[in-house]
């Protein structure tokens, strides 16, 4: 399945979702589909309508549609913040075509941290459908959405949902330095956007240690790239980009084994990128001495009793009526 044109105001790619359950298991669903706005802006009636407008959104989810010929969409994002429409109109919009059953959960792609905010708050106080999901670029290579938006995930119950996990494929081990040839690396290197600049000597070291422990567990190096991602706080599934049937089931196998405490360790160490104004401020150095000293913590470990329901042989079926 190839790349929809970007017909009806909408662009819509064929990308697979990749995951775990909360009982450990692949989490496989029987149907469900996301699609987004795209991020160019329409003409209707000689003015220009972008994407985030109530009837730029609109326009998309009745194209999405009836492109896919379903009835509804189970999560639809904003594909992005365009700095002017307001985000209480983005959010009625929304809410709107759940009630409408157009659409069941809601997500956003490349938004700011306080936007974010702003948003689930406003779904809080008004009774809007809540953000579900942040698509956002994640990868070993790529953690600068950590210090806002794993916290909102944790705040929100909101799930990160990373793009180009692989980094163009820089970390499926299929390119090394001075050879970058072929592959959606090469067609996008030159392209001047900033989310594609990954060939540095940063990232070849990253690289190079994945390459390292990928060869420790006898697994592919993306197997070992998407594993890391997916067991980062606030993900519960990643964005893949397959292209053919061997790399689709090669990505899933990803699933398929635990990453080591001291190998993700060290995919940590060797990924942990500079840590910058305001986000050093929160950091144990500084925290300490607003405390005096004194050791303070959250709730302690086993304050919240984690959930997870599962049957164990035949699922029970009750008379109530004979009760």
Same mark, same amino acid.
């Given at each position: 399945m190839g790349p929809h044109p970007p017909t009806g105001g909408c662009t819509i790619?064929?990308?697979?979702?990749? &995951?775990?359950?909360?009982?450990?298991?692949?989490? =496989?669903?029987?149907?469900?589909?996301?699609?987004?706005? &795209?991020?160019?802006?329409?003409?209707?009636? &000689?003015?220009?309508?972008?994407?985030?407008?109530?009837? &730029?959104? =609109?326009n998309a989810v009745h194209a999405s549609l009836e492109r896919l010929d379903t009835d509804y969409i189970d999560l639809y994002y904003v594909h992005g913040w365009d700095r002017i429409t307001p985000v209480d109109e983005v959010m009625r919009t929304l809410d709107d075509l759940v009630r409408a059953g157009k659409i069941r959960h809601v997500g956003f792609s490349n938004i700011p941290g306080w936007y974010a905010g702003c948003a689930q708050t406003l779904a809080q106080w008004r009774g809007f459908e809540p953000v579900c999901a942040l698509q956002m670029q994640y990868s070993l290579v790529e953690?600068?959405?950590?210090?806002?938006?794993?916290?909102?995930?944790?705040?929100?119950?909101?799930?990160?949902?990373?793009w180009s996990p692989l980094a163009s494929g820089l970390l499926s081990g299929k390119y090394q330095p001075g050879k970058i040839s072929g592959g959606r690396l090469e067609a996008v290197i030159d392209a001047g956007h900033p989310a594609f600049q990954h060939v540095t000597e940063r990232n070849w070291s990253i690289v190079s240690e994945l390459e390292e422990i990928a060869t420790e567990l006898g697994r592919s190096m993306s197997q070992v790239a998407l594993n890391w991602v997916i067991g980062r706080p606030g993900v519960l599934g990643t964005i893949i980009g397959a292209t053919r049937i061997e790399q689709l089931d090669d990505n899933i196998g990803a699933l398929q084994f635990e990453l080591p405490t001291e190998l993700r360790q060290r995919l940590d160490d060797v990924s942990q990128p500079p840590l910058t104004y305001p986000a050093w401020y929160w950091t144990d150095l500084i925290q300490s001495a607003m405390y005096g000293g004194v050791p303070v913590g959250d709730k302690p470990t086993g304050y919240f009793k984690p959930i997870h329901v599962g049957t164990r042989g035949k699922v029970p079926v009750w008379d109530v009526q004979s009760k």
């Open positions: 790619a064929s990308r697979v979702a990749l &995951g775990w359950h909360h009982s450990g298991q692949p989490l =496989m669903a029987a149907r469900s589909l996301s699609s987004k706005t &795209g991020v160019q802006s329409t003409v209707l009636g &000689g003015a220009p309508v972008v994407r985030a407008q109530p009837v &730029g959104v =609109m953690r600068s959405i950590e210090p806002e938006y794993t916290d909102f995930a944790a705040s929100f119950g909101a799930s990160i949902v990373p």
